[in-house]
């Protein structure tokens, strides 16, 4: 009931039917995960990015092996302006499945915003070869996209948002990457 109570967007009742379902079974790893990502829809509150990684992590703790959950709690410690634990849990999913383009667009975020440009081109550029679905690859090129705009070089931005837009025509990523082309 929980999963459907998220997936139509019900927050609230999820978790609490989350709650129920850890009272009787606190052992269950995806109860702790699907918990954590009701809290996580609440993206405006403080309070609730923190409840989030609470039970992402204890989720990981009942089961270590969840590279696509370490990816959603490194992106609830960017929201939560801890940069570093949020850099350990891409690093970490990347040694788990190295074929998670949010990780390496994620990663490359924070080298951002560490100073370390170069750094995260190339560990963009090498990803790109690793990925054959239009929308890891528009996930990579975007994110690499945004790095060359960062750094000022424009040529290569625009080449690489053109990219996403012919890879993702009929997503809303391609207005992203068209703003920042234009």
Same mark, same amino acid.
């Given at each position: 009931?929980?999963?459907? #109570? ?9 978790? #609490?039917?989350?709650?129920? $379902? *850890? ?28 409840? $989030?990684?609470?039970?992402?992590? %204890? ?25 570093? @634990?949020?850099?350990?849990?891409? #690093? ?16 490359? @975020? *924070? ?5 370390? %440009?170069?750094? $995260? ?17 528009? #996930? ?10 960062? +750094? ?12 996403? +837009?012919?890879? +993702? ?6 207005? $992203? ?6």
């Amino acid at each position: 009931l929980g999963e459907l #109570e998220l997936k139509t967007g019900s927050r609230q009742p999820a978790i #609490e039917l989350f709650d129920r $379902a *850890i009272l009787l079974d606190p052992t269950n790893p995806i109860s702790f995960r699907l918990r954590g990502q009701a809290h996580w829809g609440q993206r405006d509150h403080a309070k609730e990015r923190l409840a $989030a990684i609470r039970d992402f992590t %204890h989720s990981l703790e009942l089961q270590p092996d969840q590279p696509e959950l370490l990816v959603q709690r490194a992106q609830a410690y960017l929201k939560s302006n801890q940069p570093l @634990s949020a850099l350990a849990d891409f #690093e970490q999913a990347l040694t788990q499945n190295d074929l998670q383009a949010n990780a390496y667009s994620g990663r490359a @975020s *924070i080298l951002v915003t560490q100073q370390k %440009h170069e750094y $995260a081109l190339i560990w963009l550029t090498k990803a790109i070869h690793r990925f054959s679905q239009p929308v890891d690859l528009a #996930e990579i090129l975007f994110a690499r996209g945004c790095v060359y705009l960062e +750094m000022g070089r424009y040529i290569p931005a625009i080449n690489d948002f053109k990219q996403v +837009m012919k890879l +993702m025509s009929e997503s809303p990523t391609t207005v $992203a990457a068209a703003r920042n082309a234009r």
